[in-house]
């Protein structure tokens, strides 16, 4: 299952027999290319035109212009939604508040203070997790507001360890 939000409202999305269902409806359209980045869909005896103003793949955002209409989509396909049960959904788009405990462990050496500046991918934690050390890195760029804890700590799966 995928999991669709488009302007912030979340809609359910399944593939089944090579087929779309919204919310367990089965969906069907009729879409053509009529140029670079524009198409037109027919749905339910009424016509859309639509135009592509940007695609992420990476992040899996895409923003439409829908009669006129601005839309942004992003899509959580379920890797996606397994990591957010895990809490290590944060966002890879550069902009980052905390960097939180992927797992329960404990602090073996920080390498950042207060103040850092720091970006995406700098060493920021060595954690110790069942005998094995795990690097955290920065998931995106940012100035160290605080760092909540220090080398000896025990922290727990979702801690906060630094406010950016």
Do not use: C
């Not at 593939?15 to 779309?20: A, G, I, R, S, V």
């Not at 207060?114 to 069942?130: F, H, P, R, T, Y």
């Amino acid at each position: 299952m995928y999991k669709v939000f488009v302007n912030e409202i979340e809609y359910p999305i399944t593939l089944e027999d090579n087929q779309l269902l919204l919310n367990g409806k089965r969906e069907k359209w009729d879409m053509v290319s009529i140029g670079d980045n524009h198409y037109h869909l027919i749905k339910d005896h009424k016509t859309y035109q639509i135009e592509l103003l940007k695609l992420n793949r990476n992040n899996k955002v895409i923003e439409l212009r829908i009669n006129g209409r601005k839309y942004s989509a992003s899509i959580k396909d379920k890797f996606d939604q397994l990591l957010e049960q895990l809490g290590m959904n944060q966002s890879n788009d550069g902009r980052v508040n905390q960097i939180k405990a992927p797992m329960p462990g404990m602090i073996l050496e920080v390498f950042i203070e207060k103040g850092s500046q720091v970006a995406k991918g700098d060493k920021i934690i060595v954690l110790e997790a069942m005998k094995m050390e795990n690097i955290i890195k920065s998931p995106g760029d940012g100035i160290v507001k605080s760092i909540t804890v220090k080398k000896g700590d025990r922290v727990e799966k979702n801690q906060v360890l630094i406010d950016l």
